[in-house]
């Protein structure tokens, strides 16, 4: 018997969110398929010109995304559902902080995820657990970096 990830379910993701939420998907889809280097230098194109993204709004984009694709919503999705939430946000002219980066303890892997407000969304991980290798904030958020 094998385990195929299927979509979460969120109540009160209107019809709207959902189809915005698939067009992210499927615009993030042939992104994968670049290196990271590039993929991040990509996204720093996107991000540009847009708003720092809050917390409230970039968590209700990532349930959107994980209602519409079994991919996303299942464990080894991280990566489509970290592109496709950011891409998301960019469609409201918002912008979170998109990483890739590793654990920073054992089972040491890669993992992508998004931020915003400084904090992780959606990752139920203590902040200290990943090590961010690549990240893609907004222009404003970045020069308010220390």
């Not at 708003?51 to 919503?73: E, K, L, M």
């Not at 080894?76 to 590793?102: F, H, Y």
Request: aromatic share 6%.
């Amino acid at each position: 018997m094998s385990f195929h990830p299927v979509p979460e379910t969120h109540t009160g993701t209107t019809f709207a969110q959902r189809a915005a939420a698939r067009l992210a998907v499927a615009a993030a889809r042939p992104l994968l398929l670049l290196s990271p280097a590039r993929l991040g230098r990509f996204l720093r194109l996107v991000a540009r010109g847009a708003r720092p993204a809050g917390h409230d709004r970039t968590y209700r984009a990532r349930q959107a995304v994980t209602t519409v694709s079994a991919v996303c919503a299942g464990r080894e999705g991280c990566l489509p559902r970290s592109v496709a939430t950011a891409l998301l946000c960019r469609a409201r002219g918002e912008w979170p902080t998109w990483c890739v980066g590793v654990r920073a303890a054992p089972p040491f892997g890669a993992h992508a995820w998004v931020e915003a407000e400084g904090l992780l969304v959606g990752e139920e991980l203590p902040e200290s657990y990943f090590r961010v290798l690549i990240s893609v904030g907004s222009r404003t958020e970045e020069r308010s970096r220390p």
